[in-house]
Nanobody, 129 residues
Framework: QVQLVESGGGSVQAGGSLRLSCAAS????????MAWFRQVPGKEREGVAY????????FYADSVKGRFTISQDNAKNMLYLQMNSLKPEDTAMYYC??????????????????????WGQGTQVTVSS
């Protein structure tokens, strides 16, 4: 069973918006710390937004604060990332990840995702000038 599947990536002009979706299995979703990470080849993977399912806790990286919003649909086991005011520097492969049972303080401070054990295949986001 595929645990995480991202969708919604694509190409957009700078200043535009895009919404990413992550479909999770119930096992992966329940009582899990979930997050969106992004990575550009040759650069370190970075967390951009974090959430704890069922508790509505969120945390954002400074680089996306005020522009990105992470949200949940617990009935559908879905995680979303609404991206507004996109910049060319937001161009990256975006990954949905989960760390089931991990404490909030731990998973929300994991900037590189090493404690996350479930990953989606990624969806490419390209922002042009």
């Amino acid at each position: 069973q595929v645990q995480l599947v991202e969708s919604g990536g694509g190409s957009v002009q700078a200043g535009g918006s895009l919404r990413l979706s992550c479909a999770a299995s119930a096992y992966t979703y329940n009582s899990a710390c979930m997050a969106w990470f992004r990575q550009v080849p040759g650069k370190e993977r970075e967390g951009v937004a974090y959430a704890y399912t069922g508790l509505s806790w969120t945390f954002y990286a400074d680089s996306v604060k005020g522009r990105f919003t992470i949200s949940q649909d617990n009935a559908k086991n879905m995680l979303y990332l609404q991206m507004n005011s996109l910049k060319p520097e937001d161009t990256a492969m975006y990954y949905c990840a989960a760390a089931r049972g991990v404490s909030w303080i731990g998973c929300s401070h994991d900037r590189t995702g090493n404690t996350y054990n479930s990953w989606g295949q990624g969806t490419q986001v390209t922002v042009s000038s």
